[in-house]
């Protein structure tokens, strides 16, 4: 049944602070004669540096205390005593100080669903058939199915002031609603099941997905609350997915499924993660195009270990012989994949006509082993290569690992090509299918 989601939490400005409460507050010390401390002060959800609780508070009765972290504080409507992470005194009786999660309610409490508010999930719309055809009203709902789970994903992109999000930070611009088959739902499991959903969401919004402020609901009321800080989370900055801007939304459901049973097994689980951590801080070359490139052939090969040594077997492990580029080669054969080095990197080809270099890999590694191996000769010869060379052959490889990764979980429908960008387009159906699909149809 078709569900649209309505947000429990609005934001529609980015790096937006929440208040959550101002009043009067106890501190927990544990210290002998003074075990707790009025306060006065206010809990907010900021954005920057990472998404946190963040208390500012004043101390009335300072008695000499020292507020160190693992104490706790409390107030009402908090659900217990809260352990904070103190930062600094900022002056006198001054005190900020962070915690983990901000929660209101019963979390052991089973639920009708629980729906969590994603930052930074960014536009696409779905089709609903092999048609690609859509409604205004389903262009920005999918519904996925696991087991007895069903996950039912919105994004707000078109409802929010997008030009806010810009200079970076973080704004709620989805939501992601989790339901158990004709039963009740715990957080944990909820949560469990969320933390494999945000990665595969990550893989396709080509950033990471945060899922900040979670609601559990019971007979249409909000009965539990809880917003989280999230340290590893990232910053917006620009960057282009692979998804097409209208997708599938039975293949979409399908290559859930297969990323879920990777999940399954521990080894395919650290796998997957790993090649889309290195994917993701690739894409945003925040280092420089440079380490991006590292990291993505860090990437190529661990797909060349995972599927052709210990997927496949088309190669031994004992293979040392066999060069990176060689390997690399191969994984784009298993995959449908042309090595050739696409004609509208200009910059590239020149490069690899001048040095005899003749396939897409043979150039990624060629530019990467000179980077990594900085002898006098490879250094001399790393400063001529260009910045137009070294950025066509890092969105090479990153095309390469996101249609290795397609062909990994049975994608077989349209994506944006980072290669030929006047392939990108707005229009349904007008992005091109992915290599292997040769009949150009989804099922």
Request: glycine share 4%; aromatic share 14%.
């Given at each position: 049944m078709h569900?649209?989601i309505?947000?429990?939490i609005?934001?529609?400005?980015a790096?937006?602070?929440?208040?959550?409460y101002?009043?009067?507050?106890?501190?927990?010390t544990g210290?002998?004669?003074?075990?707790?401390?009025?306060c006065?002060?206010?809990?907010?959800y900021?954005?920057?540096p990472?998404p946190r609780?963040m208390?500012?508070?004043q101390?009335?009765?300072v008695?000499?205390l020292?507020?160190?972290?693992e104490?706790?504080?409390?107030?009402?409507?908090?659900?217990?005593?809260?352990v904070?992470?103190?930062?600094?005194?900022?002056?006198?009786h001054?005190?900020?100080?962070?915690?983990d999660s901000?929660?209101?309610g019963?979390?052991?409490?089973?639920f009708d669903f629980l729906q969590y508010?994603l930052?930074n999930l960014?536009?696409f719309?779905f089709?609903k058939?092999?048609?690609?055809?859509?409604?205004e009203?389903?262009?920005?709902?999918?519904t996925?199915?696991i087991n007895d789970?069903?996950l039912?994903?919105?994004?707000?992109?078109?409802?929010?002031?997008?030009?806010?999000i810009i200079?970076?930070g973080?704004?709620l611009?989805?939501?992601?609603?989790?339901?158990?088959?004709?039963?009740?739902?715990?957080?944990?499991?909820?949560?469990e099941?969320m933390?494999?959903?945000?990665?595969?969401?990550?893989?396709?919004n080509?950033?990471?997905?945060?899922?900040?402020?979670?609601s559990?609901?019971?007979?249409n009321?909000?009965?539990?609350?809880?917003?989280?800080?999230?340290?590893?989370?990232?910053?917006?900055s620009?960057?282009?997915?692979?998804?097409?801007?209208?997708?599938h939304?039975k293949?979409l459901?399908?290559s859930w499924?297969?990323?879920y049973?990777?999940?399954q097994?521990?080894?395919e689980?650290d796998?997957l993660?790993?090649?889309?951590?290195w994917?993701?801080?690739s894409?945003y070359?925040?280092s420089?195009?440079e380490?991006?490139?590292v990291?993505i052939?860090n990437?190529?090969?661990?797909?060349?270990?995972?599927?052709?040594?210990e997927?496949?077997?088309i190669?031994?492990k004992?293979?040392?012989?066999?060069?990176?580029?060689?390997?690399?080669?191969?994984?784009?054969t298993w995959?449908?994949?042309?090595n050739?080095?696409?004609?509208a990197?200009?910059?590239?080809?020149?490069?690899?006509?001048?040095?005899n270099?003749?396939s897409?890999?043979e150039a990624?590694?060629h530019i990467?082993?000179k980077m990594v191996?900085?002898?006098?000769?490879?250094?001399?010869?790393?400063?001529e290569?260009?910045?137009p060379?070294?950025?066509e052959?890092?969105?090479?490889?990153?095309?390469?690992c996101e249609?290795?990764?397609?062909?990994?979980?049975?994608?077989?429908?349209?994506?944006?090509?980072?290669?030929n960008?006047?392939?990108?387009s707005?229009?349904?159906g007008?992005?091109?299918f992915?290599?292997?699909?040769?009949?150009?149809?989804v099922?």
């Amino acid at each position: 049944m078709h569900r649209m989601i309505k947000p429990f939490i609005e934001h529609s400005t980015a790096n937006e602070d929440i208040l959550l409460y101002e009043g009067d507050m106890t501190f927990y010390t544990g210290f002998g004669m003074f075990p707790e401390l009025k306060c006065t002060g206010k809990a907010v959800y900021e954005w920057l540096p990472f998404p946190r609780v963040m208390y500012y508070f004043q101390k009335y009765d300072v008695h000499g205390l020292i507020i160190s972290e693992e104490q706790k504080i409390f107030h009402k409507p908090l659900a217990a005593r809260t352990v904070i992470h103190t930062l600094h005194e900022t002056a006198l009786h001054s005190v900020e100080a962070y915690i983990d999660s901000y929660e209101t309610g019963d979390r052991y409490k089973q639920f009708d669903f629980l729906q969590y508010r994603l930052a930074n999930l960014f536009g696409f719309g779905f089709a609903k058939n092999e048609k690609r055809d859509i409604t205004e009203e389903q262009d920005y709902f999918i519904t996925f199915t696991i087991n007895d789970y069903e996950l039912s994903l919105q994004h707000f992109m078109h409802e929010a002031k997008t030009q806010s999000i810009i200079r970076g930070g973080f704004m709620l611009t989805g939501a992601v609603e989790i339901r158990k088959t004709g039963k009740k739902i715990s957080l944990s499991e909820a949560d469990e099941l969320m933390e494999i959903f945000r990665k595969y969401l990550s893989f396709f919004n080509g950033h990471m997905i945060t899922p900040a402020i979670v609601s559990g609901v019971v007979e249409n009321q909000v009965t539990y609350q809880s917003f989280r800080s999230i340290h590893d989370a990232e910053s917006f900055s620009p960057t282009m997915s692979w998804l097409p801007r209208y997708a599938h939304k039975k293949q979409l459901d399908a290559s859930w499924k297969k990323f879920y049973a990777f999940y399954q097994t521990k080894n395919e689980k650290d796998c997957l993660e790993l090649v889309i951590h290195w994917y993701l801080v690739s894409l945003y070359t925040k280092s420089g195009v440079e380490a991006s490139l590292v990291l993505i052939q860090n990437a190529l090969e661990l797909l060349c270990s995972w599927i052709l040594v210990e997927r496949e077997f088309i190669l031994d492990k004992n293979d040392n012989d066999i060069s990176a580029a060689s390997k690399i080669n191969i994984l784009l054969t298993w995959a449908g994949i042309l090595n050739k080095i696409p004609d509208a990197l200009k910059h590239l080809t020149g490069f690899a006509n001048s040095n005899n270099i003749l396939s897409g890999p043979e150039a990624i590694t060629h530019i990467r082993n000179k980077m990594v191996h900085p002898d006098l000769k490879n250094r001399k010869r790393y400063r001529e290569f260009t910045f137009p060379v070294k950025y066509e052959a890092l969105q090479m490889a990153l095309n390469y690992c996101e249609l290795v990764l397609l062909r990994l979980l049975e994608y077989n429908d349209g994506y944006r090509s980072r290669i030929n960008r006047n392939a990108i387009s707005d229009k349904i159906g007008a992005d091109p299918f992915v290599p292997w699909n040769k009949e150009e149809k989804v099922d």
